[in-house]
């Protein structure tokens, strides 16, 4: 007999994922490796553990161990906020008019408002585990310092975030939410640094950018005795820790018989969307399922859509490692948009690898087309979402729409990432009609492609 299914899906305690999923070990062209910036050799561990922790360097390097166990330590934090609801979008549905059921996982309940906290509270327990002081990195629009910070305070340690500036202007609360949470907040580009003050001086008044905030919080740690660098998105490692979304997604479904057709995730540098897609991926590399992936990019920094699949600076002062994958190149700074976790130049090895082969769709998306779905969602589904999460919203929708056009009855799953209570000012600019969209021009991409490394 058929289970009738809950409106909203929660996990009981003993269903919960007690391990991580490694999509690499089912992967047959795995994904290209880290290079030395300087030497272009494949980076080793050894070089890897001067910036990040050490058993993270071995969760980046390790291609083959399908199953990851996820420390006791970590899944008593996770049982704080997890599991995250799968809900039944019913209200939606019923306004779209459509024969499509559609589903979301939920990952914005908890102060930082977003699935960041998942990987933050592994990379803070394993940099305890080492006996480290602290750790430094960057932040755009603040939901990851604001993750960082709570996963530092609770395993007690230091924390210092380097914040793009028009972000630490713009969101003067998010700043002290991480103030709260103990953390020192920096605004990047800032005279702390080196490549700060490089960058300062070549561009006098520059709002700064993610890439730029990563070179500073990498010089910070590596120049600071027992603090390392930890980033929250694009890493191997950071779509292992967040595969306890697709893990606990998967377990849900199957444990209703439910099978989506189409999997959509919005893609900054690809961790939600790559974590929520990974156990589905895995049955589809393995030939046991098959299933469509979309991920969804602002028009404004199409790095899968428009960008080139190359060796490239995973930051502006390119001090960090070359990596393989979709970018728009670590000149390229994208227009002010309002999805500041979509805002990154470059996307995962993984998803650029699966995109490259043909596994994974991706599309872009007009900011004012995502706060018409962003608008849409809240009012009949009672979330006010984040605007990155909002462009999965968008896809969502458009796909609901087809079904009812064509008539067919599709399962669409998406993930909705965040809430956008810190976002109010985007909110604004769209409810008094004054959002705009930008797209640049093949000529504008052009000088970002110019500056990629000859490999
Ligand atoms: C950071 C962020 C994203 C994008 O990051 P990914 O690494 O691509 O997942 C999406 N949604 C929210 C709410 C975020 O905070």
Known sequence: MEKKIPYKIYLSENEMPQYWYNVRADMKNKPAPLLNPKTHAPMTAEELEAVFCRE????????????????????????????????????LEKKL????????KFEGNNTSGSHKLNSAIAQAYYAKKQGLKGVTTETGAGQWGTALSMACSYFDLDCRV?????????????????????????????????????????HPGTGGSLGCAISEAVETATGTEGYRYVLGSVLNQV???????????????DKYGIKPDVIIGCAGGGSNLGGLISPFMGEKLRGEADYRFIAVEPASCPSLT??????????????????????????????????????????S?????????????????????????????????????????SHAIRIAIDEAMACRESGEEKT????????????????E???????????????????????????
């Open 97 to 104: 008019d459509t024969p499509a059921k559609i589903y979301y």
């Open 412 to 427: 669409i799953l998406f993930g909705l990432t965040g809430t956008g209570y810190f976002d109010m000012y985007a909110y």
């Open 349 to 389: 090895s993984v998803l650029s690898q699966l995109y490259n082969d043909g596994l994974m769709e991706a599309r872009s998306v007009t900011q004012t087309a995502v706060f018409d779905a962003a608008v849409q969602f809240a009012r009949v589904e009672g979330i006010l979402p984040a605007p990155e999460s």
């Open 56 to 91: 993270l360097v071995q969760q980046e390097l390790d291609d083959m161990n399908r199953q990851i166990p996820i420390p006791e330590e970590i899944l008593d934090f996770y049982k704080m906020y997890r599991p995250a609801p799968l809900v039944r979008a019913y209200c």
């Open 239 to 253: 779509l292992l820790h967040q595969s306890v979304i697709g893990v606990e997604t998967k377990t849900a479904m």
């Open 306 to 347: 428009r960008g080139r699949f190359a060796y490239d600076y995973c930051d502006t002062g390119m001090v960090c490692p070359l990596a393989k994958m979709y970018t728009l190149g670590s000149g390229f700074i994208p227009s002010a948009n309002h999805a500041g976790g979509l805002r990154y130049h470059g996307m």
């Open 162 to 202: 380097y914040m793009v500036k028009c972000s630490y202007e713009q969101k003067p609360f998010r700043r002290e939410v991480m103030r709260t949470y103990g953390a020192d907040v920096t605004p990047s580009p800032s005279e702390t640094t080196e490549v700060g003050k490089q960058i300062l001086a070549a």
């Open 429 to 455: 600019k769209y409810n008094n009609g004054d959002m705009s969209d930008y797209i640049p021009t093949d000529e504008d991409l052009k000088a970002g492609f110019d500056g990629l490394p000859q490999i």
